[in-house]
């Protein structure tokens, strides 16, 4: 993923709303989002070359998403890819914080990565650049994107007000097929950042402009997919919607309360 907003323990019917978009070159293979193959309770895409994820639900009322850290032009040289750490965490039991905790140790080892992980119970958030970090997420509405926690980037800013009108729009909504079109379309915004509020990542302004919008265009890269989680005091709901070279929607798929 990167860019996620969401809300943690704001909301009656929905502890956690989470909205994202994964962005990534179009030629890297991936699976759809499904029920994994060897863990019948997880949900979610897959990356076909490392086989981790960027985002997994499960049944159990679990959820990970990672982000990479952008900086500058730098590569990846950790050998071990960030998303087995989603992977790992949903198909798991450990607590949120337990997770956590015990990457300190191997944190170093993974590509730059911030990760969030709810265990239906706590959420927490780690980090590894530049040292590794690690804390409880308070309730309340958040973002995430290529930076720290709430850092807020301008896309990040957009896509979190637009979270908290749609949920500013359902005080008390008990509907377990709640319109998520509205964060969809929240996601799909192109519309590029003044140059006065963008972040300075070190690659320089041309692709900071690029990259700026939530829903990020283009020929060999851009945005992949867009997904959004609703998850219950008892059921979770999981929709994906993939797109290809500039925008063109692919197919979607979904998980939970759409399914009834």
């Known amino acids: 993923m990167c860019l996620i907003a969401f809300a943690w323990g704001t909301h009656p019917r929905w502890p956690l709303v989470l909205i994202a978009n994964r962005d990534e070159f179009h030629g890297r293979p991936s699976a759809p989002a499904a029920f994994l193959a060897d863990t019948a309770d997880v949900f979610g895409g897959i990356d076909l070359r490392a086989g981790g994820s960027w985002l997994l639900a499960s049944t159990r009322r679990r959820l990970a998403a990672v982000t990479n850290v952008r900086d500058g032009l730098h590569p990846e040289t950790a050998p071990r890819s960030r998303g087995d750490l989603v992977k790992a965490f949903v198909a798991g039991d450990m607590e949120a914080v337990a997770f956590a905790t015990a990457l300190a140790p191997v944190a170093h080892e993974y590509g730059r990565f911030n990760l ?87 690659v320089g302004l041309e692709l900071e402009r690029r990259l700026s919008p939530p829903f990020v265009m283009g020929d060999t890269f851009g945005t992949r997919c867009s997904s959004v989680v609703l998850a219950g005091c008892r059921d979770i709901g999981m929709i994906e919607r993939r797109f290809g070279a500039n925008g063109i929607v692919t197919g979607e798929g979904r998980l939970g309360t759409w399914d009834r």
């Open 116 to 202: 969030l992980l709810w265990d239906g119970t706590g959420m927490h958030w780690a980090g590894n650049h530049p040292v590794f970090h690690t804390a409880a997420i308070a309730p309340g509405l958040h973002t995430l994107s290529n930076a720290r926690l709430d850092s807020g980037w301008p896309k990040a800013r957009r896509v979190k007000s637009a979270l908290a009108d749609w949920l500013a729009m359902r005080p008390d909504d008990d509907d377990a097929t709640a319109n998520v079109e509205p964060l969809l379309m929240a996601l799909a915004d192109t519309s590029p950042a003044p140059d006065a509020e963008l972040p300075d990542t070190g």
